[in-house]
């Protein structure tokens, strides 16, 4: 796992999982979570469920490294959509109109019925003209579901 943290980070999550797990191994879905959480990470249930599943039930500190690797690739999502935002943003203002917000939408990837762009607008209070900070959006869009579990 060395290949994909910096010995800081590997330091940071040894320290981070020693602190919390019970006899050098992770046991439950509480443990898991308030660990990746401490760690500024934002691990679903569900997300947290399954990678205790995949490793039998328990993680050892080098399971847990594993874990980590996979979450860190998950949630840089947010980090490369708001990349492309700002290489689109030739005057650096961090804002983008919402007919153009809406066009991007309902045109490019996968692309959203005008119905889902007016759920997701609302849901985000969106307003119908203007202009959108993109930095706030992605934030919204990419943010965890709850879990009511």
Known sequence: MARFFNQDDIDEFRECFHLYARQKQVRSVDELAT?????RLSPTSTELRRYLKQKGGQLSFPDFLEVMHEHTEREKVPGDIL????????RGTGHI???ELRWLLTSWGDRLSKQEVDRVFREAKIP???TVKYEDFVKIMCAPLPDYN
């Open 97 to 99: 109109s919402v007919k």
């Open 35 to 39: 660990i990746m959480r401490s760690l």
């Open 128 to 130: 119908s003209s203007g």
């Open 83 to 90: 990349r492309a935002f700002e290489q689109q943003d030739a």
